[in-house]
């Protein structure tokens, strides 16, 4: 059974092209600074709001047309694999990512959901044995259930977090027998709703035991080359959420000694809502050597909430692929699209249409890049901007050379001190050459 008859799979057509389903710009193996786009930008699909997304908002109920819906949710599960599979193939991305409870439905039980997800891991690991389709990572919803109403490793229920730990076992057991090659943490209730009743030292330390159990099972089955990966959120559904930004989960990391193993998942819109931008995160993810794997999606600024919009911003985007360029690529991690259609794009074809305009914009986006690179723009820049520090008592600061006492004598011998302008304008400007 094909569930997309309509859409033949999508090939490189060129900017000129008037065909909605042919890529404008990803040309998977065009060379960009001696490298294919498809390894730079290692593309994959988000399960979740390609294949379980509803389309219902607070408002109102599902829109989207889906044909593998089924009375029986173990079909409806199966369905969705082969919908899935067909998907990648035709689309022409490499890899896919899912939490645990998208492919299965839970049941009854906690047996039983397990249960379920052998079955339905059976298909996928049959499905990627088909294709050559890779999983990017996989991860444990331990947000979803309601009894993860009090978080999952922060809840102050014991029985809850067994439950949470048994689920983190069952998702490194799955990535070992599917190739993973990162397991993702992402907090979704790990946070707190109010702090009056609230220990967050508890709380946090209670995380940390988890995270290094995973990191002990995954040696003790061999699988000792997986990567952790983090990912920050600053809040929603909780009021405040422990991830909050790359430098407070980096923070986390380093007091709890995990940064051997982990690394930072960074999403798009999860930066709109701490108030940074995406370059913003990422540069601060390469400044620990953590820039571990994104979710590509853009937030809309005059909305509080996490709208998972499909990236279209190609200035976003160059930063961002500039970003990947000068951490020397992205791999294991990788672009997953963490994007959802619209509520009005409820055809099953407006899922092939979202993520051709996501994977145009960041093909545009890596050739911007790469120019930028090239050229050294942000690099001659930087280094006019401290030159001073290149000689001098500049030279002698970065050298350690000097104390309070010499910067204090050098401080008052020096009768001028004078900046130079930035001309940032101008920069903004160039930049925006370079773009369009």
């Known amino acids: 059974m094909t569930f997309f008859p309509n859409v033949e799979k999508i090939k490189y057509e060129g900017k000129n092209t008037e065909n ?49 819906l089924a009375e029986d949710p173990m079909e409806t599960a199966k369905n969705r694999v082969e919908a899935a599979f067909e998907f990648y ?47 990017l990572w996989n991860t444990a919803d331990r947000h979803a259930n309601p009894i993860y109403v009090n978080g999952a490793a922060s809840s102050n229920n014991a029985d809850v977090y067994a439950v949470s730990a048994a689920q983190v076992k069952k998702g490194i057991d799955i990535s070992k ?24 030292a508890f709380e946090e330390a209670n995380i940390a035991r988890l995270y290094n159990m995973a990191i002990d099972y995954s040696n003790e089955i061999g699988h000792g080359d997986l990567t952790f990966l983090l990912e920050p959120k600053p809040k929603e559904p909780m009021k405040h959420q422990y991830d909050f930004d790359a430098a407070t989960t980096m923070a986390f990391l380093q007091k ?13 819109n999860h930066a709109t809502l701490a108030g940074h931008t995406f370059e913003h995160e990422m540069a601060v993810a390469r400044s620990y050597n953590a820039l571990g794997s994104l979710d590509a999606n853009q937030g809309d600024l005059l909305l509080g909430w996490d709208t998972d919009e499909f990236p ?52 545009r986006g890596l050739k911007a890049a790469a120019r930028l690179k090239e050229d050294r723009f942000f690099d001659k820049i930087k280094e006019e901007r401290y030159a001073s520090y290149q000689e001098g008592i500049g030279k002698d600061i970065i050298d350690d050379k000097t104390d309070l006492k010499s910067l204090f004598d050098y401080a008052l011998s020096n009768k001028t001190v004078t900046n130079k302008s930035g001309h940032i304008e101008a920069v903004k400007a160039r930049l925006n050459d370079y773009i369009y």
């Open 256 to 268: 709890y000694d995990l940064t051997d193993r982990f690394k930072l998942n960074l999403e798009a």
């Open 89 to 135: 193939q035709k689309l022409g991305v490499d890899y896919f990512c899912f939490h645990d409870m998208d492919v299965a439905p839970y049941g009854d039980s906690l047996e039983t959901f397990f249960k379920n997800l052998d079955e339905i891991v059976d298909l996928i690991e049959e499905k990627m044995k088909e294709t050559g389709i890779k999983l």
């Open 312 to 363: 279209t911003d190609l200035y976003s985007v160059t930063l961002t692929m500039y970003e990947v360029l000068e951490n020397g690529g992205i791999e294991p991690g990788g672009i997953n699209f963490d994007a959802k259609v619209r509520r009005t794009s409820f055809e099953m074809e407006d899922l092939f249409l979202a993520h051709i305009a996501g994977m145009d914009t960041f093909a």
């Open 20 to 68: 909605p389903f042919a890529f404008r710009y990803y040309n998977p193996e065009e060379l960009v600074l001696g490298k294919s786009m498809k390894d730079h930008l290692r593309f994959a699909v988000a399960y979740w709001h390609t294949f379980v997304n509803e389309g219902n908002d607070p408002f109102g109920v599902g829109v989207n047309q889906r044909t593998w």
């Open 177 to 200: 027998r599917l190739g993973g090659k990162n397991f993702v943490f992402w907090g979704g209730r790990e946070g707190y709703e109010n702090l009056l009743n609230t220990d967050m």
